[in-house]
């Protein structure tokens, strides 16, 4: 099918128009026109242009309108052989972030373990420890650079492998180290390796999904964090009781346990259809579409409207075939919105305050807990935060960007204020007169503020700034992103402790301030993007004020045949 396939038919208050040879979208001036009609709803503005071959503002249909139409019309099940095969791709992909996320809950417990101390005396807070923690951010910001390049050129899967690859050898050598630098050396390359991993993963992860399914699958990717972080702070619980090296070297070990399953693994997945389609293979990418998301009908109405789409929104010569090229992220109005989001998305969402998750137990113990239930509490707070981001994934399908970004940071404000308002209460009262209901407080505030910010962002982290950004420029933008997390992950981690050891509960405040100046900035800023296409999302962008276009709704009617009717009121 090609653009040309489009027809037109059109009446005095009835326009239709045929995508293809069985998606059919209409147009009524009046609701009560639409016969049979069993739903009617709004749904987002977005107006998709098919090059037909009339020049009049009718021939512009609500893109949102074909894409639900496409939807109803469809029949892919999510228990069939071929939708089952597509979920274990999103799983391995899966463990990419898992990888990242194993990081976060490992170095807070081992840090805190007495013969890592003894080894390298790095201390609980400060400048040492702020610098062996930090050393991985260094990693992710220099990886990207690479990462780009190798998911243009190669395709999204090599840049998993390799990025596994590398990860499993920084594992060898902090597993293995008896000198400080040689743990800072693999703590570099283990940064460097995920950030070449979590550019590629959340790209295949966007770009292989059905568009219906979008917000859900590639959700569950950022949830690989806790999927890391979880058996991370279990396993290094248990670890915690051996007395010797071996209670930090077996985690750090274990380290690797998702990367060699992506090594295994994922070259048995199938590559992604859009960078089939921008390399030139039309008919891998047409099979892709037909097998997993038209279960195996070539007429799905699903498959014929991303078609269209990836014919006239995937560039057969641009900026991904040039491994030195960025341009394109900044050339043009819509790629500068497009650009913006991902930068917002890579400040705020590692500075919103949930960096103070590397020095968890820090924070415990600074409102009563001893050594025991420091490492219990980060471990309820893994499975607590990881509830709280099942249900933003859950709902990411249906739930307004938006006001999920600006009302979640708002509420983080707050459960900040209240985790620093008492253990600042905590800190004046005298020794002989601790009110362990205090520090309590301050322990619930603190796992409240993660389960609202997993819920907010943790679905969102990936899924944002992919969605955002165009197929020719998905791989080099996140590699941006991914520079951009690692330099704020540096700034996290490496004052951090510094800040701890020397303002103690005063750093929480700061992030309760600048939480309040993100809200704001979401709301003038961000642009709405569920309900949409990847590709049909360019009009928005390239409309005069992209974030107003994104808010507005129109009206749909569902017959009962499973037709949809645009209500142009």
Same mark, same amino acid.
């Given at each position: ?8 038919? +059109? ?110 005396? +790095? ?84 770009? @292989? ?142 500075? +919103? ?134 330099? @704020? ?81």
């Amino acid at each position: 099918m090609s653009h040309s396939d489009v027809e037109k038919a +059109s009446a005095h208050d009835h326009e239709q128009v045929v995508i293809g040879e069985h998606l059919v979208l209409e147009k009524v001036k009046d609701v009560n026109a639409v016969k049979g009609a069993k739903e009617v709803k709004a749904v987002s503005n977005g107006e998709v242009h098919f090059n037909l071959q009339y020049n009049s503002p009718s021939n512009h249909f609500n893109s949102t309108a074909a894409f639900a139409a496409a939807v109803e019309q469809s029949n892919l099940s999510p228990w069939s052989k071929d939708s089952l095969f597509l979920f274990w791709c999103m799983f391995v992909a899966f463990l990419c972030s898992c990888a990242n996320g194993y990081d976060g809950s490992l170095m807070t417990a081992i840090n805190a373990m007495p013969h890592y101390q003894n080894k390298f005396n +790095s201390g609980y807070l400060g400048s040492s420890t702020g610098l062996i923690f930090s050393i991985y951010t260094i990693g992710g910001i220099i990886g990207p650079w690479f990462a780009g390049p190798i998911a243009d050129r190669w395709g999204r899967r090599a840049g998993m492998f390799a990025g596994a690859w590398i990860i499993c050898i920084g594992t060898a050598i902090i597993a293995s180290s008896n000198h400080r630098n040689q743990f800072i050396a693999g703590r570099f390359i283990l940064g460097f390796g995920v950030s070449i991993l979590t550019t590629s993963a959340p790209s295949y992860c966007v770009e @292989i999904c059905p568009p219906q399914w979008r917000g859900r699958m590639t959700g569950f990717y950022n949830c690989g964090w806790f999927g890391g972080s979880i058996p991370a702070a279990g396993i290094t619980l248990g670890c915690a009781k051996i007395n010797s090296d071996l209670s930090w070297r077996l985690p750090l070990i274990f380290q690797a346990a998702p990367s060699m399953v992506v090594i295994l693994a994922v070259w048995f997945l199938p590559e992604s259809p859009r960078w089939l389609m921008a390399a030139g293979r039309d008919d891998d990418a047409r099979a892709f579409l037909v097998r997993f998301h038209g279960s195996g009908n070539p007429n799905d109405p699903v498959v014929e409207l991303e078609w269209v789409e990836f014919k006239e929104g995937i560039s057969l010569d641009g900026a991904d075939k040039r491994w030195w090229d960025y341009s394109e992220l900044f050339n043009t109005s819509s790629a500068r919105w497009r650009s913006l989001q991902v930068l917002l998305m890579g400040v705020f969402g590692q500075f +919103s305050g949930n960096g103070l998750g590397y020095f968890n137990t820090e924070i415990y113990r600074a409102v009563g807990y001893d050594d025991s239930m420091v490492f219990n509490l980060n471990l309820v707070n893994s499975f607590t935060s990881a509830i709280g981001a099942g249900f933003g994934v859950a709902l990411a399908d249906k739930m307004p960007r938006r006001k999920v970004l600006v009302w979640g940071t708002f509420v983080c404000a707050f459960m900040l204020a209240g985790n620093g308002g008492l253990s600042a209460r905590w800190a004046h009262l005298p020794e002989d007169a601790k009110n362990l209901n205090v520090g309590r407080g301050a322990v619930a505030f603190f796992f409240f503020f993660n389960i609202i910010y997993s819920f907010a962002y943790t679905p969102l982290q990936a899924l944002y700034p992919v969605e955002c950004l165009q197929t020719n420029t998905r791989a080099k933008g996140m590699a941006m992103y991914a520079v951009v997390v690692g330099a @704020i992950s540096f700034i996290n981690l490496y004052a951090g402790p510094i800040a701890l050891e020397n303002i103690k509960y005063n750093y929480i405040f700061i992030f309760v301030g600048w939480d309040i100046v993100e809200s704001i900035l979401w709301y003038f800023l961000a642009i709405e993007t569920v309900g949409r296409t990847l590709e049909e999302l360019e009009d928005i962008f390239s409309a005069r004020n992209p974030v107003a276009a994104s808010k507005q709704r129109r009206t749909v009617a569902v017959r009962d045949d499973g037709g949809v009717v645009l209500v142009d009121q």
